[in-house]
Protein backbone atom coordinates (compact mmCIF):
# COMPACT_ATOMS: atom_id res chain seq x y z
CA UNK A 1 0.00 0.00 0.00
CA UNK A 2 1.45 3.20 -1.15
CA UNK A 3 1.00 6.18 1.58
CA UNK A 4 2.00 9.99 1.71
CA UNK A 5 3.73 10.92 4.95
CA UNK A 6 2.11 12.88 7.68
CA UNK A 7 4.68 14.93 9.37
CA UNK A 8 3.01 15.35 12.71
CA UNK A 9 1.03 13.35 14.43
CA UNK A 10 -0.44 15.52 16.90
CA UNK A 11 -2.52 16.62 13.91
CA UNK A 12 -4.52 12.76 14.58
CA UNK A 13 -5.10 13.64 18.56
CA UNK A 14 -5.95 9.96 19.46
CA UNK A 15 -2.82 9.39 17.69
CA UNK A 16 -0.67 11.84 19.27
CA UNK A 17 -0.91 11.31 23.26
CA UNK A 18 0.34 7.66 22.07
CA UNK A 19 4.03 8.73 22.44
CA UNK A 20 3.46 9.43 25.95
CA UNK A 21 2.16 6.33 26.63
CA UNK A 22 4.71 4.34 24.83
CA UNK A 23 7.44 5.96 26.78
CA UNK A 24 6.44 5.00 30.11
CA UNK A 25 5.56 1.53 28.97
CA UNK A 26 8.93 -0.23 29.91
CA UNK A 27 8.06 1.68 33.55
CA UNK A 28 5.70 -1.00 33.91
CA UNK A 29 7.71 -4.24 32.95
CA UNK A 30 7.28 -6.00 30.18
CA UNK A 31 4.91 -8.46 31.04
CA UNK A 32 2.40 -5.67 31.08
CA UNK A 33 -0.05 -6.97 28.51
CA UNK A 34 -0.23 -10.14 29.85
CA UNK A 35 -0.78 -8.81 33.67
CA UNK A 36 -4.21 -7.36 31.76
CA UNK A 37 -5.23 -10.18 29.73
CA UNK A 38 -3.99 -8.97 26.19
CA UNK A 39 -1.62 -10.85 23.97
CA UNK A 40 0.90 -9.37 22.11
CA UNK A 41 -0.17 -9.31 17.86
CA UNK A 42 -3.63 -7.64 18.40
CA UNK A 43 -5.91 -6.54 14.74
CA UNK A 44 -7.58 -3.56 15.16
CA UNK A 45 -10.53 -3.21 12.89
CA UNK A 46 -11.59 0.21 11.88
CA UNK A 47 -9.42 3.33 11.36
CA UNK A 48 -12.20 5.60 13.26
CA UNK A 49 -11.77 7.34 16.47
CA UNK A 50 -12.13 4.85 18.58
CA UNK A 51 -9.94 2.10 16.39
CA UNK A 52 -7.62 4.95 16.22
CA UNK A 53 -7.55 5.01 20.07
CA UNK A 54 -6.86 1.55 20.62
CA UNK A 55 -4.29 1.02 18.21
CA UNK A 56 -2.24 3.86 19.33
CA UNK A 57 -2.80 3.11 23.29
CA UNK A 58 -2.34 -1.16 22.45
CA UNK A 59 1.06 0.28 20.73
CA UNK A 60 2.31 1.87 23.01
CA UNK A 61 2.03 -0.64 25.65
CA UNK A 62 3.86 -3.29 23.74
CA UNK A 63 1.79 -4.71 21.61
CA UNK A 64 2.21 -5.51 17.40
CA UNK A 65 -0.69 -4.20 16.27
CA UNK A 66 -2.18 -4.16 12.59
CA UNK A 67 -4.88 -2.16 11.74
CA UNK A 68 -7.25 -3.14 8.68
CA UNK A 69 -9.98 -1.23 6.94
CA UNK A 70 -11.87 -1.67 3.56
CA UNK A 71 -11.18 1.79 3.10
CA UNK A 72 -8.68 3.27 0.76
CA UNK A 73 -9.26 7.03 0.78
CA UNK A 74 -6.84 10.01 1.19
CA UNK A 75 -8.03 10.76 4.60
CA UNK A 76 -7.43 6.60 5.45
CA UNK A 77 -4.09 6.82 3.58
CA UNK A 78 -3.35 10.05 5.95
CA UNK A 79 -4.49 8.31 9.09
CA UNK A 80 -2.56 5.44 8.12
CA UNK A 81 1.09 7.62 7.69
CA UNK A 82 0.64 8.46 11.27
CA UNK A 83 0.28 5.43 12.43
CA UNK A 84 3.15 3.82 10.58
CA UNK A 85 5.05 6.69 12.27
CA UNK A 86 4.32 4.76 16.10
CA UNK A 87 5.21 1.61 14.22
CA UNK A 88 1.30 0.16 13.53
CA UNK A 89 1.00 -1.58 10.62
CA UNK A 90 -2.11 0.03 8.95
CA UNK A 91 -3.71 -2.64 5.79
CA UNK A 92 -6.12 -0.74 3.95
CA UNK A 93 -8.32 -1.12 0.87
CA UNK A 94 -7.36 -4.39 -1.22
CA UNK A 95 -4.58 -6.57 -0.52
CA UNK A 96 -2.28 -7.91 -3.16
CA UNK A 97 -3.94 -10.68 -3.60
CA UNK A 98 -7.35 -9.17 -4.14
CA UNK A 99 -8.94 -9.74 -0.99
CA UNK A 100 -10.39 -6.61 1.21
CA UNK A 101 -8.15 -5.59 4.01
CA UNK A 102 -11.37 -5.16 6.07
CA UNK A 103 -12.44 -8.54 5.97
CA UNK A 104 -8.93 -10.79 5.78
CA UNK A 105 -7.28 -11.80 9.20
CA UNK A 106 -3.93 -10.90 9.29
CA UNK A 107 -1.84 -14.02 9.99
CA UNK A 108 -0.61 -14.19 13.53
CA UNK A 109 -3.37 -12.50 15.29
CA UNK A 110 -4.06 -13.10 18.75
CA UNK A 111 -7.10 -11.30 19.61
CA UNK A 112 -9.12 -9.01 17.45
CA UNK A 113 -10.54 -5.46 18.62
CA UNK A 114 -13.86 -4.02 16.82
CA UNK A 115 -14.49 -0.49 16.45
CA UNK A 116 -18.05 -0.62 17.73
CA UNK A 117 -20.26 -0.42 14.29
CA UNK A 118 -18.34 -3.29 12.50
CA UNK A 119 -21.70 -6.13 11.89
CA UNK A 120 -21.05 -9.25 13.85
CA UNK A 121 -21.21 -11.00 10.23
CA UNK A 122 -18.46 -9.43 9.03
CA UNK A 123 -15.95 -11.76 7.16
CA UNK A 124 -13.07 -10.46 9.53
CA UNK A 125 -14.91 -12.01 12.66
CA UNK A 126 -16.14 -15.50 11.01
CA UNK A 127 -12.08 -15.79 10.28
CA UNK A 128 -11.44 -14.88 13.68
CA UNK A 129 -13.92 -17.60 15.42
CA UNK A 130 -12.68 -20.33 12.79
CA UNK A 131 -8.77 -19.40 14.15
CA UNK A 132 -10.26 -19.39 17.75
CA UNK A 133 -9.43 -15.59 18.25
CA UNK A 134 -11.56 -13.67 20.76
CA UNK A 135 -13.18 -10.49 19.22
CA UNK A 136 -13.88 -7.63 21.68
CA UNK A 137 -14.54 -3.80 21.85
CA UNK A 138 -12.57 -0.31 22.83
CA UNK A 139 -14.83 -0.27 25.80
CA UNK A 140 -13.50 -4.16 26.67
CA UNK A 141 -9.91 -3.13 26.23
CA UNK A 142 -10.27 0.25 28.56
CA UNK A 143 -11.94 -1.95 31.37
CA UNK A 144 -9.01 -4.41 31.40
CA UNK A 145 -6.94 -1.45 31.53
CA UNK A 146 -8.17 0.40 34.29
CA UNK A 147 -5.45 -0.75 36.66
CA UNK A 148 -2.84 0.24 33.80
CA UNK A 149 -4.09 3.82 33.72
CA UNK A 150 -3.69 4.59 37.53
CA UNK A 151 -0.24 2.40 37.33
CA UNK A 152 0.95 5.38 33.94
CA UNK A 153 -0.31 8.13 36.28
CA UNK A 154 1.76 7.29 38.97
CA UNK A 155 4.68 6.68 36.70
CA UNK A 156 4.34 9.99 35.08
CA UNK A 157 4.49 11.86 38.16
CA UNK A 158 7.58 9.79 39.42
CA UNK A 159 9.44 10.68 36.09
CA UNK A 160 9.15 14.06 36.15
CA UNK A 161 10.93 15.93 38.66
CA UNK A 162 8.64 18.39 40.97
CA UNK A 163 5.33 16.55 39.55
CA UNK A 164 3.50 16.17 42.97
CA UNK A 165 1.02 13.60 41.52
CA UNK A 166 -1.55 12.71 38.79
CA UNK A 167 -3.18 15.69 37.06
CA UNK A 168 -6.71 16.65 38.45
CA UNK A 169 -9.38 16.69 36.34
CA UNK A 170 -10.39 20.38 35.98
CA UNK A 171 -12.52 21.87 38.37
CA UNK A 172 -12.05 19.48 41.16
CA UNK A 173 -10.58 20.38 44.67
CA UNK A 174 -6.78 20.92 43.53
CA UNK A 175 -5.77 19.45 47.21
CA UNK A 176 -7.53 16.37 47.32
CA UNK A 177 -5.39 12.88 47.06
CA UNK A 178 -5.26 11.08 44.28
CA UNK A 179 -7.53 7.57 44.24
CA UNK A 180 -5.35 4.45 44.96
CA UNK A 181 -7.95 2.41 42.58
CA UNK A 182 -9.13 3.19 38.99
CA UNK A 183 -12.20 5.10 39.09
CA UNK A 184 -15.19 3.63 39.34
CA UNK A 185 -17.90 3.38 36.36
CA UNK A 186 -21.14 4.63 36.28
CA UNK A 187 -23.38 3.27 32.90
CA UNK A 188 -26.00 4.37 30.88
CA UNK A 189 -27.04 2.83 28.04
CA UNK A 190 -30.90 2.92 26.19
CA UNK A 191 -32.20 3.53 22.78
CA UNK A 192 -32.66 7.06 23.70
CA UNK A 193 -31.60 9.93 26.06
CA UNK A 194 -27.93 7.92 26.74
CA UNK A 195 -26.16 11.05 26.08
CA UNK A 196 -28.26 14.02 28.07
CA UNK A 197 -28.74 11.47 30.97
CA UNK A 198 -24.84 10.89 30.94
CA UNK A 199 -24.35 14.65 30.51
CA UNK A 200 -26.59 15.14 33.85
CA UNK A 201 -24.95 12.52 36.09
CA UNK A 202 -21.51 14.15 35.62
CA UNK A 203 -23.11 17.49 36.58
CA UNK A 204 -24.13 15.76 39.16
CA UNK A 205 -21.02 14.31 39.86
CA UNK A 206 -19.13 17.72 39.53
CA UNK A 207 -21.65 19.56 41.86
CA UNK A 208 -20.59 16.95 44.39
CA UNK A 209 -16.97 17.71 44.26
CA UNK A 210 -16.17 14.85 42.53
CA UNK A 211 -13.58 14.05 39.73
CA UNK A 212 -15.44 13.20 36.70
CA UNK A 213 -15.91 13.02 32.51
CA UNK A 214 -18.88 11.85 30.42
CA UNK A 215 -17.25 9.31 28.72
CA UNK A 216 -17.64 6.60 26.07
CA UNK A 217 -20.39 6.77 23.20
CA UNK A 218 -20.58 10.26 23.93
CA UNK A 219 -17.14 11.11 22.03
CA UNK A 220 -14.27 10.89 24.16
CA UNK A 221 -12.71 7.72 23.63
CA UNK A 222 -12.88 5.43 26.94
CA UNK A 223 -9.24 4.61 26.04
CA UNK A 224 -7.83 7.77 26.27
CA UNK A 225 -9.52 8.46 29.16
CA UNK A 226 -8.93 5.27 31.29
CA UNK A 227 -4.79 5.55 30.15
CA UNK A 228 -4.82 9.77 30.16
CA UNK A 229 -3.15 12.16 32.77
CA UNK A 230 -6.35 12.79 35.03
CA UNK A 231 -7.06 11.33 37.69
CA UNK A 232 -10.88 10.61 38.11
CA UNK A 233 -12.60 8.91 41.35
CA UNK A 234 -15.97 7.98 39.12
CA UNK A 235 -16.80 8.06 35.31
CA UNK A 236 -20.26 8.68 33.73
CA UNK A 237 -20.25 6.00 30.84
CA UNK A 238 -22.23 6.27 27.88
CA UNK A 239 -22.26 2.86 26.10
CA UNK A 240 -24.49 2.06 22.86
CA UNK A 241 -25.79 -1.70 22.17
CA UNK A 242 -23.30 -1.89 19.72
CA UNK A 243 -19.81 -1.77 22.44
CA UNK A 244 -21.70 -3.72 25.30
CA UNK A 245 -21.95 -6.39 22.31
CA UNK A 246 -18.19 -6.18 22.48
CA UNK A 247 -17.59 -5.91 26.15
CA UNK A 248 -18.05 -9.40 28.03
CA UNK A 249 -16.20 -8.15 31.20
CA UNK A 250 -17.47 -4.89 31.74
CA UNK A 251 -18.59 -4.68 35.46
CA UNK A 252 -19.71 -1.40 36.77
CA UNK A 253 -20.40 -0.07 40.13
CA UNK A 254 -24.17 0.70 38.96
CA UNK A 255 -25.93 0.93 35.52
CA UNK A 256 -29.18 1.82 33.79
CA UNK A 257 -31.04 1.12 30.73
CA UNK A 258 -33.39 4.28 30.20
CA UNK A 259 -35.66 2.52 27.43
CA UNK A 260 -36.12 -0.04 24.85
CA UNK A 261 -37.82 -0.06 21.37
CA UNK A 262 -36.61 -1.51 18.44
CA UNK A 263 -33.76 0.23 17.19
CA UNK A 264 -30.73 -1.30 14.98
CA UNK A 265 -32.14 -4.57 14.48
CA UNK A 266 -30.31 -5.14 11.03
CA UNK A 267 -26.87 -5.17 13.19
CA UNK A 268 -28.22 -7.11 16.03
CA UNK A 269 -30.84 -9.83 13.93
CA UNK A 270 -33.80 -9.26 16.27
CA UNK A 271 -35.72 -7.10 19.11
CA UNK A 272 -34.37 -9.92 21.57
CA UNK A 273 -30.46 -9.84 20.67
CA UNK A 274 -30.64 -5.69 20.70
CA UNK A 275 -32.06 -6.33 24.02
CA UNK A 276 -29.43 -8.81 25.40
CA UNK A 277 -26.55 -6.71 24.28
CA UNK A 278 -28.46 -3.88 26.27
CA UNK A 279 -28.89 -5.86 29.22
CA UNK A 280 -25.45 -6.30 29.10
CA UNK A 281 -24.53 -3.47 31.08
CA UNK A 282 -26.31 -4.60 34.28
CA UNK A 283 -23.91 -7.76 34.53
CA UNK A 284 -22.04 -8.10 37.55
CA UNK A 285 -23.15 -4.76 38.89
CA UNK A 286 -22.09 -4.15 42.55
CA UNK A 287 -24.35 -1.71 44.00
CA UNK A 288 -27.20 -0.79 42.02
CA UNK A 289 -29.40 -1.63 38.89
CA UNK A 290 -31.61 1.24 37.63
CA UNK A 291 -34.73 0.38 35.13
CA UNK A 292 -37.58 2.44 33.90
CA UNK A 293 -40.68 1.09 36.01
CA UNK A 294 -42.77 2.34 32.36
CA UNK A 295 -40.33 0.25 30.49
CA UNK A 296 -40.96 -3.48 30.97
CA UNK A 297 -38.01 -4.33 28.72
CA UNK A 298 -35.83 -2.70 31.04
CA UNK A 299 -37.37 -4.26 34.64
CA UNK A 300 -37.14 -7.89 32.77
CA UNK A 301 -33.38 -7.51 31.81
CA UNK A 302 -32.48 -6.38 35.66
CA UNK A 303 -34.31 -9.70 36.67
CA UNK A 304 -32.02 -11.76 34.35
CA UNK A 305 -29.02 -9.71 35.17
CA UNK A 306 -26.19 -11.83 36.78
CA UNK A 307 -25.05 -9.35 39.76
CA UNK A 308 -22.60 -8.91 42.81
CA UNK A 309 -24.89 -10.17 45.91
CA UNK A 310 -26.55 -6.86 47.66
CA UNK A 311 -26.96 -5.45 44.07
CA UNK A 312 -30.23 -3.75 44.22
CA UNK A 313 -32.97 -2.92 41.64
CA UNK A 314 -34.20 0.76 41.81
CA UNK A 315 -37.06 2.02 39.58
CA UNK A 316 -37.88 5.19 38.29
CA UNK A 317 -41.15 6.56 37.50
CA UNK A 318 -43.04 10.08 36.40
CA UNK A 319 -45.69 9.28 39.09
CA UNK A 320 -45.23 8.78 42.81
CA UNK A 321 -42.54 6.42 43.47
CA UNK A 322 -43.00 3.14 45.61
CA UNK A 323 -39.95 1.61 48.33
CA UNK A 324 -36.60 1.91 46.13
CA UNK A 325 -37.32 3.82 43.19
CA UNK A 326 -37.23 7.63 42.19
CA UNK A 327 -40.56 9.62 41.09
CA UNK A 328 -42.09 12.61 40.88
CA UNK A 329 -44.73 13.87 43.72
CA UNK A 330 -46.30 17.14 43.12
CA UNK A 331 -43.77 18.98 40.69
CA UNK A 332 -40.76 17.59 43.08
CA UNK A 333 -38.42 14.98 42.40
CA UNK A 334 -38.21 12.81 45.10
CA UNK A 335 -35.53 9.79 46.08
CA UNK A 336 -37.21 6.40 48.25
CA UNK A 337 -34.22 4.21 47.19
CA UNK A 338 -31.70 5.47 49.00
CA UNK A 339 -33.10 6.73 52.17
CA UNK A 340 -33.34 5.13 55.78
CA UNK A 341 -36.86 3.27 55.95
CA UNK A 342 -38.01 3.97 52.70
CA UNK A 343 -41.35 2.34 53.58
CA UNK A 344 -42.38 4.97 55.02
CA UNK A 345 -39.61 8.34 53.80
CA UNK A 346 -38.67 10.22 51.37
CA UNK A 347 -36.17 12.56 50.19
CA UNK A 348 -36.58 15.37 47.97
CA UNK A 349 -33.89 15.70 45.36
CA UNK A 350 -34.57 18.92 43.20
CA UNK A 351 -37.90 20.14 41.22
CA UNK A 352 -39.55 19.45 37.92
CA UNK A 353 -38.37 22.96 37.01
CA UNK A 354 -34.88 22.26 37.91
CA UNK A 355 -34.75 20.30 35.07
CA UNK A 356 -33.70 21.76 31.34
CA UNK A 357 -35.85 21.39 29.37
CA UNK A 358 -39.03 20.07 31.71
CA UNK A 359 -40.36 17.68 29.08
CA UNK A 360 -41.86 14.48 30.18
CA UNK A 361 -38.98 12.04 28.66
CA UNK A 362 -36.30 14.68 29.86
CA UNK A 363 -37.60 14.39 33.30
CA UNK A 364 -37.24 10.31 32.93
CA UNK A 365 -33.89 11.02 32.00
CA UNK A 366 -33.32 12.93 35.45
CA UNK A 367 -34.63 10.76 37.39
CA UNK A 368 -32.39 7.72 36.03
CA UNK A 369 -29.14 10.49 36.53
CA UNK A 370 -30.39 10.83 40.06
CA UNK A 371 -30.81 7.61 40.98
CA UNK A 372 -27.20 6.59 39.60
CA UNK A 373 -25.75 9.68 41.67
CA UNK A 374 -27.49 8.42 44.60
CA UNK A 375 -26.16 4.93 44.42
CA UNK A 376 -22.44 6.52 43.89
CA UNK A 377 -23.27 8.38 47.48
CA UNK A 378 -23.89 12.06 46.42
CA UNK A 379 -26.06 14.08 48.79
CA UNK A 380 -29.86 15.29 47.12
CA UNK A 381 -28.29 19.06 47.26
CA UNK A 382 -25.75 18.29 44.50
CA UNK A 383 -28.64 16.59 42.40
CA UNK A 384 -30.02 19.31 42.63
CA UNK A 385 -27.12 21.59 41.74
CA UNK A 386 -26.55 19.08 38.98
CA UNK A 387 -29.29 19.54 37.49
CA UNK A 388 -29.27 23.15 37.59
CA UNK A 389 -26.07 23.66 36.23
CA UNK A 390 -26.71 20.91 33.30
CA UNK A 391 -27.12 22.78 30.10
CA UNK A 392 -28.53 20.08 26.89
CA UNK A 393 -26.95 19.99 23.25
CA UNK A 394 -27.94 21.46 21.04
CA UNK A 395 -30.57 19.34 18.78
CA UNK A 396 -32.33 18.03 21.70
CA UNK A 397 -35.92 19.51 21.72
CA UNK A 398 -33.84 22.79 21.89
CA UNK A 399 -35.88 26.13 21.73
CA UNK A 400 -34.86 28.38 18.64
CA UNK A 401 -37.09 31.23 18.33
CA UNK A 402 -40.65 32.51 19.22
CA UNK A 403 -41.99 33.67 15.90
CA UNK A 404 -45.93 35.08 15.06
CA UNK A 405 -46.66 33.58 18.61
CA UNK A 406 -45.81 30.29 17.11
CA UNK A 407 -42.47 28.32 18.99
CA UNK A 408 -40.12 26.63 17.11
CA UNK A 409 -38.45 23.29 19.06
CA UNK A 410 -35.31 21.75 17.03
CA UNK A 411 -35.26 17.68 18.59
CA UNK A 412 -33.14 17.05 14.92
CA UNK A 413 -31.79 14.35 17.08
CA UNK A 414 -35.49 12.40 16.83
CA UNK A 415 -33.73 9.88 14.94
CA UNK A 416 -36.16 6.83 15.69
CA UNK A 417 -39.81 6.79 16.22
CA UNK A 418 -39.12 6.14 19.94
CA UNK A 419 -37.50 9.41 20.50
CA UNK A 420 -40.50 11.54 18.14
CA UNK A 421 -42.61 10.09 20.38
CA UNK A 422 -41.31 11.44 23.72
CA UNK A 423 -40.37 15.03 21.81
CA UNK A 424 -44.29 14.86 20.34
CA UNK A 425 -45.76 14.40 23.96
CA UNK A 426 -44.51 17.26 25.19
CA UNK A 427 -46.24 20.04 23.23
CA UNK A 428 -49.61 20.54 22.10
CA UNK A 429 -50.83 21.62 19.26
CA UNK A 430 -47.88 20.87 17.25
CA UNK A 431 -47.41 21.28 13.45
CA UNK A 432 -44.91 18.61 12.88
CA UNK A 433 -41.94 18.55 10.45
CA UNK A 434 -40.93 14.85 10.28
CA UNK A 435 -39.21 12.51 7.34
CA UNK A 436 -35.78 11.05 6.00
CA UNK A 437 -34.54 7.88 5.98
CA UNK A 438 -36.73 5.29 7.90
CA UNK A 439 -34.05 2.51 8.71
CA UNK A 440 -37.24 -0.32 8.15
CA UNK A 441 -38.95 1.36 11.03
CA UNK A 442 -42.72 1.59 10.71
CA UNK A 443 -45.34 4.83 12.00
CA UNK A 444 -48.77 3.90 12.68
CA UNK A 445 -48.16 3.09 16.40
CA UNK A 446 -46.57 6.79 16.60
CA UNK A 447 -48.99 8.14 14.89
CA UNK A 448 -51.84 6.67 16.74
CA UNK A 449 -50.25 7.76 19.51
CA UNK A 450 -49.83 12.09 19.04
CA UNK A 451 -52.88 11.93 16.68
CA UNK A 452 -55.05 14.62 18.82
CA UNK A 453 -51.87 16.80 19.60
CA UNK A 454 -51.31 17.40 15.48
CA UNK A 455 -52.47 20.75 13.97
CA UNK A 456 -50.42 19.67 11.13
CA UNK A 457 -47.74 17.75 9.21
CA UNK A 458 -44.55 18.34 6.56
CA UNK A 459 -42.81 16.24 5.58
CA UNK A 460 -39.47 15.61 3.84
CA UNK A 461 -37.12 12.66 3.04
CA UNK A 462 -36.67 10.09 1.41
CA UNK A 463 -39.20 7.48 2.95
CA UNK A 464 -42.01 10.14 4.04
CA UNK A 465 -44.37 8.43 2.20
CA UNK A 466 -44.16 5.42 4.95
CA UNK A 467 -45.48 8.45 7.77
CA UNK A 468 -48.41 10.09 5.05
CA UNK A 469 -49.57 6.66 4.32
CA UNK A 470 -49.63 5.89 8.76
CA UNK A 471 -51.37 9.43 8.85
CA UNK A 472 -53.62 8.78 6.10
CA UNK A 473 -55.20 5.35 8.59
CA UNK A 474 -54.91 6.94 12.01
CA UNK A 475 -55.14 11.08 11.76
CA UNK A 476 -56.74 11.31 8.14
CA UNK A 477 -58.07 14.60 9.15
CA UNK A 478 -55.36 16.13 9.87
CA UNK A 479 -53.33 18.40 6.78
CA UNK A 480 -50.35 17.03 5.24
CA UNK A 481 -48.08 18.92 2.94
CA UNK A 482 -45.31 16.05 1.24
CA UNK A 483 -42.54 18.33 -0.05
CA UNK A 484 -40.76 15.91 -3.21
CA UNK A 485 -37.35 17.76 -2.80
CA UNK A 486 -33.97 17.11 -1.49
CA UNK A 487 -32.16 20.77 -2.14
CA UNK A 488 -30.38 22.84 0.12
CA UNK A 489 -33.64 25.23 0.02
CA UNK A 490 -35.80 22.23 1.37
CA UNK A 491 -35.99 22.93 5.22
CA UNK A 492 -36.73 26.69 4.51
CA UNK A 493 -39.74 25.29 2.29
CA UNK A 494 -40.67 23.12 4.98
CA UNK A 495 -40.68 25.75 7.85
CA UNK A 496 -42.59 27.97 5.50
CA UNK A 497 -45.30 25.18 4.94
CA UNK A 498 -45.22 25.03 8.75
CA UNK A 499 -45.35 28.72 9.35
CA UNK A 500 -48.97 28.70 7.35
CA UNK A 501 -50.44 25.84 9.06
CA UNK A 502 -49.69 26.73 12.57
CA UNK A 503 -51.50 29.40 14.91
CA UNK A 504 -50.46 31.39 17.72
CA UNK A 505 -49.88 29.19 20.59
CA UNK A 506 -48.90 26.54 18.19
CA UNK A 507 -45.43 25.04 18.65
CA UNK A 508 -43.52 23.82 15.31
CA UNK A 509 -41.49 20.58 15.96
CA UNK A 510 -38.83 19.11 13.82
CA UNK A 511 -38.59 15.75 15.21
CA UNK A 512 -38.05 13.70 12.26
CA UNK A 513 -38.31 10.01 13.64
CA UNK A 514 -35.94 8.91 10.69
CA UNK A 515 -32.31 9.30 9.99
CA UNK A 516 -30.56 12.26 7.98
CA UNK A 517 -28.58 11.15 6.03
CA UNK A 518 -30.42 11.11 2.93
CA UNK A 519 -30.38 15.04 2.72
CA UNK A 520 -27.98 16.08 5.25
CA UNK A 521 -24.50 15.03 6.32
CA UNK A 522 -25.89 14.19 10.33
CA UNK A 523 -28.87 15.32 11.97
CA UNK A 524 -26.59 18.70 13.44
CA UNK A 525 -26.57 20.07 9.84
CA UNK A 526 -30.50 19.13 9.51
CA UNK A 527 -30.91 20.94 12.99
CA UNK A 528 -28.95 23.84 11.67
CA UNK A 529 -30.95 24.12 8.65
CA UNK A 530 -33.96 24.34 11.11
CA UNK A 531 -32.86 27.01 13.18
CA UNK A 532 -31.74 29.01 10.21
CA UNK A 533 -34.68 28.56 8.39
CA UNK A 534 -36.42 29.58 11.46
CA UNK A 535 -34.07 32.55 11.91
CA UNK A 536 -35.09 33.50 8.26
CA UNK A 537 -38.60 33.48 8.56
CA UNK A 538 -38.39 35.38 11.23
CA UNK A 539 -36.14 38.10 9.58
CA UNK A 540 -39.00 38.16 6.88
CA UNK A 541 -41.62 39.00 9.41
CA UNK A 542 -39.68 41.98 10.95
CA UNK A 543 -39.00 43.34 7.51
Request: hydrophobic share 45%; net charge negative.
Amino acid sequence: MGSRQVSNAQQHPAVGSAAGTAALAAVLGADVLERYGLPRRITVAGLGVSGISAASALAGLGASVTVVDNGDGDAHRAKAAVLAELGIEARLGHLPDGARAGETLPEGTELVVTSPGWSPDSPLFAAAAAAGVDVVGDVEIAWRLRDAGVALRAARAAAEPGQAGPTAAAGAPQDRPAPAAAAEWLAITGTNGKTTTTQMLASMLRAAGLRTAAVGNIGTPIIDVVLGDQEYDVLAVELSSYQLHWAPSLRAHSAAVLNLAPDHLDWHGSMEAYAADKGRIYEGNTVACVYNAADSWTEKLVEDADVVEGCRAIGFTLGAPGPSMLGVVDGILVDRAFVQNRQKNAQELAEVADVNPPAPHNIANALAAAALARAFGVEPRAVRDGLRDFRPDAHRISHVAEVGGVTYIDDSKATNTHAAEASLAAYEPIVWIAGGLAKGATFDELVRKSAKRLRGVVLIGADRALIRDALARHAPDVPVVDLDRTDTEAMLAAVREAAHLAEPGDTVLLAPACASMDMFANYSRRGDAFADAVRELAAGQSA
